[in-house]
């Protein structure tokens, strides 16, 4: 079993939808979670990263973590087609030794 | 500011050679941490750098190894490459100063073995 356990999709959704992306890890000693989007042909680009539970807003985007139920949620206000990329959740143990675990990332669409 | 530059971008090598990959972390960082990405198995760690000391290793064979200079530029280098190393392979460069946040990554290196 992965530490960090992603569904990879594809997710397709019009546009103006509201996107829930998701991950479930099993290591209790993570504490920060984050967010990256890519694109195709490009490196993974930090969206967001949360400390803990709790949840932290920026712009369209909603990251939400309950280290009760090892649940990381990314929402997406009012999706556009530019937002049509792959999403990964990534964990780290407090630790400072970089290593990050990664989910297999989902595959989003937006349609126009 | 200049972002993480890795080179170079594409490489097709044969079965059996070594490659030589390197990244330059953005200016300042001190931590440099490589990945692999493939569509099976995802992004996966190899190893972190910090201050030229190698500082945390993933569950790679040791023909995988790394080193960091003092300007903090690294260098990941595979020897007798197998098919398996086909992959994108990332390095994200950190302030090192603490956990969680500012990882950012280059644009990769893709990796065919022929």
């Known amino acids: 079993q992965k530490e960090v356990e992603q569904d990879p999709g594809p997710l397709s959704v019009p546009e103006g939808a509201i996107v829930s992306l998701n991950c479930t890890y099993s290591n209790s000693a993570f504490q920060y979670f984050m967010w990256y989007r890519q694109y195709s042909r490009k490196g993974p680009e930090l969206l967001m990263y949360?400390?803990?539970?709790g949840n932290k807003e920026d712009g369209r985007f909603t990251a939400q973590v309950d280290k009760s139920s090892k649940y990381i949620s990314l929402f997406i206000r009012d999706s556009q087609p530019s937002d049509s990329a792959t999403y990964l959740c990534a964990s780290q143990g407090s630790s400072n030794t970089g290593k990050l675990i990664f989910g297999q990332g989902t595959t989003l669409q937006v349609k126009p | 500011k200049a972002g993480v530059t890795q080179t170079p971008r594409y490489l097709i090598k044969t079965r059996g050679q070594q490659v030589t990959l390197s990244c330059s972390p953005i200016s300042g960082h001190r931590s440099v941490s490589w990945y692999q990405q493939t569509p099976g198995q995802g992004l996966q760690f190899l190893f972190e750098?910090?201050?030229?000391?190698?500082?945390n290793k993933g569950n790679f064979p040791g023909r995988f190894s790394g080193r960091q200079f003092s300007n903090s530029r690294s260098e990941m280098n595979v020897s007798t490459l197998e098919l398996g190393d086909s992959a994108l392979y990332l390095c994200?460069?950190?302030?090192?100063?603490?956990?969680?946040?500012?990882?950012?990554f280059g644009s990769g290196t893709r990796l065919t073995v022929v």
């Open positions: 994200a460069s950190s302030s090192g100063g603490r956990p969680g946040g500012g990882y950012t």
């Open positions: 949360t400390y803990s539970s």
């Open positions: 750098y910090f201050s030229e000391t190698q500082r």
